[in-house]
């Protein structure tokens, strides 16, 4: 079964440009999450998808952040414009139906490092 | 609101030697607790998970948790430290009522001497 993935591992842009970061969850997991954590910090909740539906976003820092889950695949995260402080590394994570054993267990991708410059 | 509390951000065991690893956490409602770890370059890794059967946790490669209610504690243990241990270490809480989102501690790294 593979994992969670994440895309692009590193990114590079100058402040003001727009970065698309794209996660695939376990295939079947209904549950997705955002997290990031800037250098230094812990890591941080950013929002939660149930399939396409966003069940908690309140960890979003701003409106210049925007996340989508068409179909409830796959799940993109874009920051416009960004800004230096949205450096940091950007996890997701998924996790299966509530009615799952394993339910409670989140799975993470290996993180998108975003550098603002 | 929940919380975590990892003491020391840097820790530094000799090969062989015990590991401890230490969390707090703060939870108005019973929480489910769990043990990442994250190796150079990889991404977190489930260790083990407290979700309310017995208290003491035995996950992978050794590791062991112990859910202490009174102490609101959940640290982590390894009773011989190997080379391969050296990684991030990350305590984390949730809500039980629901698959909310983790409440993560700041990390705690170990460092392996030989």
């Known amino acids: 079964e593979a994992g969670v993935t994440q895309f692009p591992s590193h990114s590079v842009i100058e402040k003001g440009q727009t970065v698309t970061l794209r996660c695939d969850p376990i295939?079947?997991?209904?549950?997705l999450y955002w997290y990031r954590r800037v250098m230094g910090k812990e890591i941080k909740f950013l929002l939660h998808?149930?399939?396409?539906?966003?069940?908690?976003e309140s960890g979003m820092p701003n409106n210049r952040f925007l996340a989508e889950r068409t179909g409830g695949t796959y799940s993109t995260l874009k920051v416009q414009p960004a800004e230096l402080e949205d450096s940091g590394v950007y996890f997701c994570?998924?996790?299966?139906?509530?009615?799952?054993?394993?339910?409670?267990?989140?799975?993470f991708g290996p993180g998108t490092r975003l550098t603002v410059t | 609101a929940q919380s975590v509390t990892q003491l020391g951000s840097h820790v530094s065991v000799s090969e062989g030697a015990l590991v401890l690893l230490r969390c707090n956490y703060s939870?108005?409602?019973?929480?489910?607790l769990f043990w990442y770890v994250q190796y150079p370059n990889q991404g977190l890794q489930l260790l083990l998970k407290?979700?309310?059967?017995?208290?003491l946790v035995k996950g992978i490669n050794d590791f062991e948790a112990e859910f202490k209610k009174s102490e609101t504690s959940f640290h982590l243990t390894k009773p011989s430290a190997h080379m391969s241990d050296a990684a991030e270490y990350f305590c984390?809480?949730?809500?039980?009522?629901?698959?909310?989102?983790?409440?993560f501690g700041k990390g705690t790294k170990l460092s392996v001497k030989p």
């Open positions: 994570a998924s996790s299966p139906r509530r009615e799952a054993t394993n339910a409670y267990e989140q799975y």
């Open positions: 295939s079947g997991h209904d549950n």
């Open positions: 998808f149930v399939k396409e539906s966003k069940q908690d």
């Open positions: 939870s108005s409602v019973p929480p489910y």
């Open positions: 407290y979700t309310s059967a017995a208290t």
């Open positions: 984390a809480v949730s809500d039980r009522r629901s698959q909310g989102n983790l409440i």
